[in-house]
C-alpha cells in the first residue's frame, strides 16, 4: 500500500509539470501538456487504479496550489479522472463463459466509446465558464478567440483586427466559434485514447502489463452506441445551448466510427499485397483533407456499416482465419 501511495504521488506530481509546462507558451510545451495524463494512466495501468486515483488528485492539488482553484476542476475533471476511469476499466477482466479458467478483459471498443463520452463530458462542463445559455456562450468564447487574436497580432483592444493576407476577422471569429466545441471534444477523445495507448506500450514494455495486448485491428463499438450516435444527431435540431451540447457529442461518437472504421480496414486488408501503402495512404488522406473532413466522415460510415454487415467476420471467414471482436 506504501509502495502504491507514493508511486501515486510522483505520478501526480509528473502530471501537474507536464499540464503546467503551458505557461511557457513555447510550442513544445504544448506536446507536454497533451501528455499530462499519461503519468497518471502508467501506474494505473502498471501498478492500481488506487495509484491512478492518488496522481489525479495530487496534481490538481498541486496545481490549485500554484495557480488557483480553478485548475483544480479543469484538471480533475478534464483529465485526471477520465485518465483514471479508462486505466481502471482497461485491467477489468472477468472468467471466460468458453474457458473459466481463462480470462475475458474489458474490450476496446467499450473503452474507445468511453473516450469520446468523457472527451464530449469534458467540454460540455467547460460551456458554462463562457455562457449558461446559447447566445452568451457564443459571445463569451467570441470575446476569448477575439483577445487571442489581438494578442497574437499585437493590436489594440479599441482598434479593428486586421489579420495577415487580408483575412476577414469576423469570418474568422464566426468560424472559430462554430467548429472549437466539437473539435475540441475531438482532439480531447484523441488525447485520451493515444495517452492511454502510449501507456500500456510503456507498460508492456517494463513487462508490468497485466492484459495481454489486444488485437486493435478488431475494435468494434457497443451494440447501442449507434442509437447514442441517433440521439445526438437529433439533438442538433433542438438548436440553442442543447443543439450545441449534442454537436460536441456528435462529434466524439462520430471519431469513435473513425477509429473504427480504421479499425476494418486494418482488418480486411490483412494478408494483401501493399497493404503498408494502401493505409499509409489512407491516413495521409484523413490527416490532409480536415476541411471538409470527408475521408473521416467515410470511415465512419465504414464503422457504422460494420455493425450491420461485419466485414471483418466475412473477411476472416472467407480466409479461414479466426474472428475476433474487441
Known amino acids: 500500500m506504501v509502495q502504491i501511495i507514493l508511486i501515486g504521488l510522483a505520478a501526480g ?18 506536446l507536454l501538456f497533451y501528455l499530462a495524463s499519461l503519468p497518471v494512466m502508467i501506474v494505473g495501468v502498471g501498478w492500481s487504479h488506487l495509484a491512478a486515483l492518488i496522481a ?24 485526471g479522472l477520465p485518465a483514471w476511469w479508462l486505466s481502471y476499466l482497461a485491467l477489468l477482466a472477468r472468467p471466460a463463459p ?31 465558464t463562457f455562457g449558461t445559455d446559447a447566445e452568451s456562450f457564443q459571445a463569451g ?23 495577415p493576407g487580408n483575412a476577414d476577422p469576423e469570418g474568422l471569429l464566426d468560424f472559430l466559434v462554430m467548429v ?36 486493435l485491428g478488431a475494435t468494434a463499438l457497443p451494440r447501442y452506441a449507434p442509437i447514442l450516435l441517433g440521439a445526438a444527431m437529433v439533438g442538433l435540431l433542438a438548436g440553442d445551448l442543447v443543439g450545441i451540447v449534442a454537436g460536441v457529442l456528435t462529434a466524439s461518437l462520430l471519431f469513435a466510427y473513425v477509429l473504427v472504421g480504421l479499425a476494418v480496414l486494418h482488418a480486411v486488408t ?26 473521416a466522415l467515410l470511415l465512419a460510415l465504414l464503422g457504422l456499416a460494420d455493425h450491420a454487415f ?17
Do not use: C, M
Open 310 to 326: 461485419d466485414f471483418r467476420r466475412r473477411a476472416a471467414k472467407r480466409r479461414g482465419l479466426p474472428e475476433t471482436r474487441t
Open 13 to 30: 506530481l509528473a502530471a501537474a509539470l507536464l499540464f503546467a509546462s503551458l505557461v511557457s507558451g513555447s510550442l513544445f510545451s504544448f
Open 98 to 128: 468458453a474457458n473459466p479458467a481463462g480470462l475475458e478483459w474489458y474490450p476496446i471498443g467499450n473503452l474507445v466509446l468511453w473516450a469520446a463520452l468523457l472527451g464530449a463530458l469534458g467540454i460540455v462542463l467547460a460551456i458554462p
Open 141 to 163: 468564447l467570441r470575446h476569448a478567440f477575439d483577445r487571442l487574436l489581438r494578442a497574437e497580432t499585437n493590436t489594440a483592444s479599441g482598434a479593428p483586427l486586421a489579420l
Open 270 to 295: 490483412r494478408g494483401i499485397n501493399g497493404r503498408g501503402f494502401v493505409l499509409a495512404g489512407i491516413y495521409a488522406t484523413v490527416v490532409v483533407f480536415q476541411l471538409p473532413p470527408w475521408p
Open 56 to 79: 489525479a488528485i495530487v496534481a490538481a492539488v498541486n496545481l490549485a496550489a500554484f495557480f488557483g482553484g480553478f485548475l483544480f476542476a479543469a484538471f480533475l475533471v478534464g483529465l
Open 180 to 215: 472549437t466545441p466539437p473539435a475540441a471534444a475531438v482532439v480531447s477523445t484523441v488525447t485520451s485514447l493515444v495517452n492511454l495507448w502510449l501507456a500500456g506500450r510503456i507498460v508492456n514494455l517494463s513487462g508490468r502489463l497485466k492484459r495481454p495486448w489486444p488485437d
